[in-house]
């Protein structure tokens, strides 16, 4: 017995449909799982080792899951805060670090008066930075010799300011202090105003 199907023949609808290309792009193994996924599954795996010691000692899974996020918490904020410790310390004014440590050889072995020779001279050929640095090697060293003060190279500014209590140092010490150690660091300007408070403080003695 022949069936007459007004639309056709079902299993030839049937067959073109699963012959057509846009039906071939099923996934061969629709159960396995994406990265994002797989991922997930690592981390879920490391957090059950770590706080499986934690789940023997409460006896409660919650406990463990609240103790455990308490515990990363301030783990993490251990590790920021030491970052941030060290970040601070690398990055603090490595200008001025290094203005510094350049400054620190030029009053090696010398007395005043060759000290300020040599700081005219740096001012003379435009090096503002040395000259002030020799500016004030020069007076510390004028200082001593003149015994009102003794020479330590480990004095802050600060303390040679306290030691000596002078206005016209101050005043030296406070354009040193920006020559040697700030971010603008030394201009002929600045110089010029170190010339003439060496001049107050260190000529008339």
Do not use: N
């Not at 023949?9 to 049937?14: A, C, E, G, I, L």
């Not at 993490?76 to 690398?90: H, N, S």
């Amino acid at each position: 017995m022949t069936v007459s199907w007004p639309h056709g023949d079902p299993r030839d609808v049937v067959r073109a449909v699963l012959a057509d290309a846009r039906f071939q792009r099923a996934p061969q193994h629709p159960g396995e799982k994406s990265l994002l996924q797989r991922i997930g599954d690592f981390v879920h795996d490391l957090w059950m080792k770590l706080t499986e010691p934690l789940r023997h000692i409460t006896g409660s899974s919650k406990a463990t899951q609240i103790i455990g996020i308490m515990v990363l918490v301030a783990a993490l904020g251990l590790c920021a805060f030491v970052a941030a410790r060290y970040a601070r310390r690398i990055a603090w004014r490595p200008g001025g670090r290094a203005r510094r440590a350049s400054a620190e050889p030029l009053g090696a072995d010398a007395d005043a008066r060759t000290l300020r020779e040599r700081a005219l001279e740096a001012a003379a050929a435009g090096r503002h930075h040395d000259a002030a640095a020799l500016l004030w090697a020069s007076a510390l060293r004028a200082l001593d010799e003149r015994g009102r003060v003794r020479f330590d190279p480990a004095r802050t500014p600060g303390e040679w300011r306290r030691a000596v209590r002078d206005p016209g140092f101050d005043a030296l010490a406070r354009d040193a202090v920006v020559a040697l150690f700030g971010d603008r660091g030394a201009d002929a300007a600045l110089v010029a105003r170190m010339r003439e408070a060496y001049d107050r403080v260190v000529a008339p003695a």
